[in-house]
């Protein structure tokens, strides 16, 4: 039966294999086919690249992170946590019921590096803002089996003892605008302050932030201590962000339901 159905194939079969043999004895012919099929490979993922504008939602609420949530960002990236949680929320039912509205593009837009992944040993975390308390994400990562047993993500205590450097964020910010991240001049040169602002309310600094990166700037102590700020602070504020940087996903999921 299956002789059958491949005898139609065997010609093709049989040139396919001829041709692969003698390519395969002549070295400049194999490089001219690797060449080809790296060119196609190529093409076929630069080519969206130029229809990025018309790619990328319009957001005219969008905003860029705060130097303290840029800093938990990073801080994200240093300790892996990538590898296990995902940021990208497909259009599929049953992850849209589960995690809420699916991923824009423009929510990505000021991300470098992107980190939309695909592997979730853990939740995704696309939406994870201000679903929990600080004092909860304080909590996980501290002692994870404290609030889910079954969780095999590693402690994190360590960054409530370790304080936060700040000195570098103005450059940070400004290797940021080069790629595109509008951060204008006050805010590259207030950075290091609008970081310990954010994290402390009711002072100077935290007007200035408010003043800087609007009104709906969350401004408190993240880690729940007062007498410094750390590198807990900063991956909380950046957590309690993450899904909040553009009204846009809510209202267009609930334009595509009506």
């Given at each position: 039966?299956?002789?059958?159905?491949?005898?139609?194939?065997?010609?093709?079969?049989?040139?396919?294999?001829?041709?692969?043999?003698?390519?395969?004895?002549?070295?400049?012919?194999?490089?001219?086919?690797?060449?080809?099929?790296?060119?196609?490979?190529?093409?076929?993922?630069?080519?969206?690249?130029?229809?990025?504008?018309?790619?990328v939602e319009a957001a005219p609420d969008m905003r860029v992170y705060t130097p303290?949530?840029?800093a938990g960002r990073d801080?994200?990236?240093?300790?892996?946590?990538?590898?296990?949680?995902s940021q990208m929320i497909r259009s599929l039912r049953d992850e849209v019921d589960r995690y809420g509205p699916y991923s824009l593009a423009v929510e990505?837009?000021?991300?470098?590096?992107?980190?939309?992944?695909?592997?979730?040993?853990?939740?995704?975390?696309?939406?994870?803002?201000?679903?929990?308390?600080?004092?909860?994400?304080?909590?996980?990562?501290?002692?994870?089996?404290?609030?889910?047993?079954e969780s095999v993500m590693p402690q994190y205590a360590f960054l409530l003892n370790a304080p936060l450097e700040t000195a570098?964020?103005?450059?940070?910010?400004?290797?940021?605008?080069?790629?595109?991240?509008?951060?204008s001049d006050e805010q590259i040169e207030n950075a290091a302050d609008d970081a310990r602002g954010q994290a402390y309310p009711d002072t100077d600094r935290a007007y200035a932030v408010e003043e800087r990166y609007g009104e709906a700037t969350n401004i408190r102590f993240f880690d729940g201590r007062r007498d410094r700020l750390t590198e807990m602070d900063a991956l909380v504020a950046y957590l309690q962000i993450m899904g909040g940087l553009t009204d846009l996903p809510q209202k267009t999921q609930i334009a595509d339901g009506e």
């Open positions: 039966m299956l002789r059958k159905i491949l005898k139609p194939f065997s010609k093709f079969f049989e040139f396919h294999a001829r041709s692969h043999y003698r390519a395969e004895r002549h070295s400049m012919a194999l490089t001219i086919g690797i060449i080809a099929a790296s060119a196609v490979g190529g093409f076929v993922e630069i080519a969206p690249l130029f229809s990025i504008d018309e790619t303290l949530e840029q801080i994200y990236i240093r300790e892996g946590c990538y590898a296990c949680h990505s837009q000021y991300d470098h590096p992107m980190l939309w992944g695909s592997k979730r040993t853990g939740p995704d975390l696309a939406r994870v803002g201000e679903k929990f308390s600080d004092e909860w994400q304080v909590q996980h990562l501290v002692d994870p089996r404290s609030l889910v047993p570098s964020l103005p450059d940070r910010l400004a290797a940021l605008r080069t790629v595109g991240v509008p951060y």
